[in-house]
């Protein structure tokens, strides 16, 4: 005997069959958006994707981007070096826009433009300048502790939303500036510098596990947090921490206290961010979308 189903009349068999509404809208065509929209050497990107149903494989220039789910398509956080030449720079990505679907290629080209950077010169302790010998192996303990805080696993981001300052304070020395110190030694700024008396608090810019609370030569008293994605925010020469290796931190915690410990020539908070091992401009990171949310795109894809 044939199952109930099977004796229907013809018609009722394709009314039940599941129909896609009449009015329902075509799928969205892939898109691909770059943020910020003024892009400079040092700057971190956030390369955003949609239409496509699994985590494509792209690049920013020559380098490679690492996707993770966000809203309704795809993320990825990378950085441009410093020493970026001003000029046309392509975006490539790639994936599929249906499953097992063929793959597309969308494209973009930004325009990094020039930075701008400022030259100072400073005066610090002539140990700083040239360490004496005995510091030394001081110093390769510290680099060797922040090569290991720095080599966590890629995850998607242990945060939502936008990231926050970690004080409200005049910015005393942006990122970049090109420094020579007791008119010797040259270097380049790689954080932020907030105005600050000694003592005053310093909060977490998002949510993430510290992977460092440790007293280096240069960097003073350091709290490193990691914040998935590639992403690791700094906080350096602070008089006294509040957290410890390994614990989770919300946006906005007490991390510690801004002080002069290190290389200073007086009390502030240096802030960094390092991305995918690039040292980028924690202040553009404070105007990244990261809800998944299409913003204005410098480059038209296709």
Known sequence: MLPALLRLPLPLLFALAPQAPADAPPPSPPRLVLQPARIRPGDPVLVTVSGLQEAPIGTLGERPLRFYPAGDGFQALTGL???????PLAVKVVGAPAPSGALVELKAEVNVVEPGWRVRTLQVAHKFVQPPPEVQARMEADQAAFTAAFAQPFTPPLFTGPFAWPRKARVTAPYG?????????????FGTDLDGRTGAPVYAAHAGVVVMTRDNYAAGNTVLVHHGAGLTTSYFHLSATAVKNGQRVKRGQLLGKVGNTGRVTGPHLHWGAKVEGLWVDAETLLGLDFTGAEAAAPGAAR
């Open 177 to 189: 500036d090109l420094r020579t110190y007791n008119g010797q030694k040259q270097g380049q700024h």
């Open 81 to 87: 070096p410093v020493e970026q030449a001003p000029g």
